[in-house]
């Protein structure tokens, strides 16, 4: 059974940081790539970034520069630092997993085989 729990979510001034935790249990196999979509209110879910079981990373354009994936893996715990936050950050951030690896757009968990946690709130706001 694999459970991902979310952590790190706040309210934050612009220009301010956050880092995000996901820590993963239930994992069965090391080839699981793990990533971060956000979805704000009326707005369609987004991809923001992922690490694949090689470790290698992507990235929305709208984070590039500002976010940085990366993991732990002998704790099962991936992180999502957030610096130079804008508004149009804010939105429910979920962490992903799975064992379909990295999609062709770049996004993880996306396949039938994906998971999700249950969100963190990040909110950005003067």
């Known amino acids: 059974h694999v459970q991902l729990v979310e952590s790190g979510g706040g309210l934050v001034q612009p220009g301010g940081s956050l880092r995000l935790s996901c820590a993963a249990s239930g994992l069965t196999s090391s080839r699981y790539c793990m990533g971060w979509f956000r979805q704000a209110p009326g707005k369609e879910r987004e991809g923001v970034a992922a690490i694949d079981s090689d470790g290698s990373t992507t990235y929305a354009d709208s984070v590039k520069g500002r976010f940085t994936i990366s993991q732990d893996n002998g704790k099962n715990i991936v992180y999502l630092q957030m610096n130079s936050l804008k508004a149009e950050d804010s939105a429910m951030y979920y962490c992903?997993?799975?064992?379909?690896?990295?999609?062709?757009?770049?996004?993880?968990?996306?396949?039938?085989?994906?998971?999700r946690g249950q969100g963190t709130q990040v909110t950005v706001s003067s």
């Open positions: 992903s997993a799975d064992r379909m690896g990295v999609d062709s757009g770049g996004n993880c968990g996306g396949s039938e085989f994906g998971y």
